[in-house]
């Protein structure tokens, strides 16, 4: 009987630490580009079977919508569901047992930062997606670091990579010039070539539009859509300095990027 009297209080002790010592994170990220903006961001707090994203990997739905178009959940675009990051998790900020995830704000313009409370509810990963606007399926990454428990500042530095889901025809979406060859489509638009984000805040004075097309060509005024995967670190924009030609029409003195893209720093509170 005093053994089980100990046992007992023995669980409720450890349960008391647990609960005690159970944090919510400062997650802080900074986009170091100086003409590209981020869409919404996931963050995702998960166990070993989650994987957002891998490098050498074809991209799945999910990673395609978001690459492509920004997109996460549901609400953000409804054409989406079954196929984005939401049917792939289960529902936002709810212990998913595998996953706990959260679609954080609007876009984050260059070398800005934004800081977020969350709770990781015990899951020992985490991963941070986000879309490079404007770009055709290029997004930031951090894949599965583990969670620090300790209390203190970590940093980490992500990089751009492609997900490999369309060709990089560096295509101003809003031109009406160019439509999707064997469709006749216009550009822009999840599935269908030109950059995503035409409308976005992100130095769109300086897209051009006469480009020819760098990853695919304009022939005809028609370009087609293709894929260049697998999931990949991003090559970069190539970009010109022609804003009524050339063969993108991104400029290269504006647009282009080094790797690494965007800071992150997560604190954890002393409990």
Do not use: C
Not at 102 to 129: I, N, Q, V, W
Request: charged share 15%.
């Amino acid at each position: 009987m005093k053994l089980t009297q100990l046992a007992s209080a023995t669980l409720l002790s450890l349960a008391t630490v647990s609960i005690s010592q159970a944090v919510t994170l400062d997650i802080e990220i900074t986009n170091l580009t100086q003409a590209q903006s981020f869409t919404p961001r996931l963050v995702i707090a998960h166990d070993s079977s989650v994987d957002a994203f891998e490098v050498g990997q074809p991209a799945s739905s999910a990673l395609t919508w978001l690459a492509e178009a920004g997109v996460i959940d549901d609400e953000q675009n409804a054409d989406s569901s079954g196929a984005n990051f939401e049917a792939m998790l289960g529902p936002v900020d709810t212990d998913n047992g595998t996953n706990t995830w959260h679609r954080f704000g609007g876009l984050l313009a260059p070398s800005e930062s934004l800081s977020y409370p969350f709770d990781t509810m015990d899951k020992p990963y985490l991963s941070l997606l986000a879309m490079l606007i404007p770009t055709n399926d290029a997004f930031v990454g951090m894949d599965s670091i583990m969670i620090p428990t300790q209390p203190g500042t970590y940093t980490y530095y992500l990089n751009a990579y492609d997900a490999g889901t369309e060709l990089n025809d560096e295509l101003n979406s809003a031109r009406t010039d160019v439509v999707e060859a064997g469709t006749g489509n216009a550009l822009g638009g999840y599935g269908l070539p030109g950059l995503a984000g035409g409308g976005a805040p992100t130095r769109i004075v300086d897209l051009g539009i006469g480009g020819t097309g760098v990853g695919a060509q304009v022939i005809n005024g028609e370009v087609e859509d293709g894929e260049d995967g697998p999931v990949h670190i991003h090559r970069n924009a190539l970009g010109d300095t022609d804003n009524a030609g050339g063969a993108s029409d991104l400029d290269s003195t504006v647009h282009r990027w080094l790797n690494p893209v965007a800071r992150v720093v997560i604190t954890v509170p002393a409990s």
